[in-house]
């Protein structure tokens, strides 16, 4: 059975930093695209980074010199440092692996930015 499992989260004033990390637990193959989605309250959910197996990442556009994304395929885990965090980054961040055929999603985690 496939788990991701997030840690990181946290409250941190504007201007501060976090990492969020996602480790990817069970029977694996081969990990394809990983990635980190955010949603704020009433808001949908909507994609942050995307870091595919191999090409180019991808940000939203909000984000874009603020934070990284980073996989370490030996350890199944994919990163996200955010710097410079803002009060409209406040939201619960979720990771995401294409595993196979399968989506899989993590539990999430809250990330709130005081002002």
């Known amino acids: 059975q496939v788990q991701l499992v997030e840690s990181g989260g946290g409250l941190v004033q504007a201007g501060g930093s976090l990492r969020l990390s996602c480790a990817v637990s069970?029977?694996?193959?081969?990990?394809?695209?990983m990635g980190w989605y955010r949603q704020a309250p009433e808001k949908q959910r909507e994609t942050v980074a995307i870091?595919?197996?191999?090409?180019?990442?991808r940000y939203i556009e909000s984000v874009k010199g603020r934070f990284t994304i980073s996989r370490d395929n030996a350890k199944n885990t994919v990163y996200l440092q955010m710097n410079s965090l803002k009060p409209e980054d406040t939201a619960v961040y979720y990771c995401?692996?294409?595993?196979?055929?399968?989506?899989?999603w993590g539990q999430g985690s809250q990330v709130t930015v005081s002002s």
């Open positions: 995401n692996a294409d595993i196979g055929d399968k989506n899989y």
């Open positions: 069970g029977s694996i193959f081969s990990i394809n695209a």
């Open positions: 870091i595919p197996g191999a090409g180019s990442r």
